[in-house]
């Protein structure tokens, strides 16, 4: 399942974005769904996840209480509802599918697929 995120932008502190991450088709229940993003010079981190079936959702410590993931019915689109944005946000996000993941691998780059460009989102102070 490829994946294509979109929605980036320049935005101040405080502010907010959402981000949408696009499959060509319904997502598969047996694929989880993760937002990762990547910071100049630093490693890809984990953001957020959907895990298999849109079960339950996963968040990083340092995003937990301003950004949300959801998804539309028709489970072709997840979105990152990004609020009360910090400098420290600023990195291009990924969104990735992860086929046959389970809950402790969900924070891992491991389990993810088919890594598309992503969009680059920039917070000023």
């Known amino acids: 399942v490829q994946l294509q995120a979109s929605g980036g932008g320049s935005v101040q502190a405080g502010g907010s974005l959402r981000l949408s991450c696009a499959a060509s088709g319904r997502i598969p229940s047996n694929y989880a769904v993760g937002w990762f993003?990547?910071?100049?010079?630093?490693?890809?981190?984990?953001?957020?996840?959907?895990?298999?079936?849109?079960?339950s959702t996963?968040?990083?410590?340092?995003?937990?209480?301003?950004?949300t993931v959801s998804r539309d019915s028709a489970k072709t689109t997840v979105y990152l509802q990004m609020n009360s944005l910090k400098p420290e946000d600023t990195a291009v996000y990924y969104c990735a599918a992860a086929p046959r993941a389970i809950l402790s691998t969900l924070r891992s780059l491991t389990p993810y697929e088919d890594w598309g460009p992503g969009t680059q989102v920039t917070v000023s102070s």
Do not use: C, L, T
């Open 37 to 55: 993003r990547q910071a100049p010079g630093k490693e890809r981190e984990f953001v957020a996840a959907f895990s298999r079936s849109f079960a």
């Open 58 to 67: 996963h968040y990083a410590d340092s995003v937990k209480g301003r950004f």
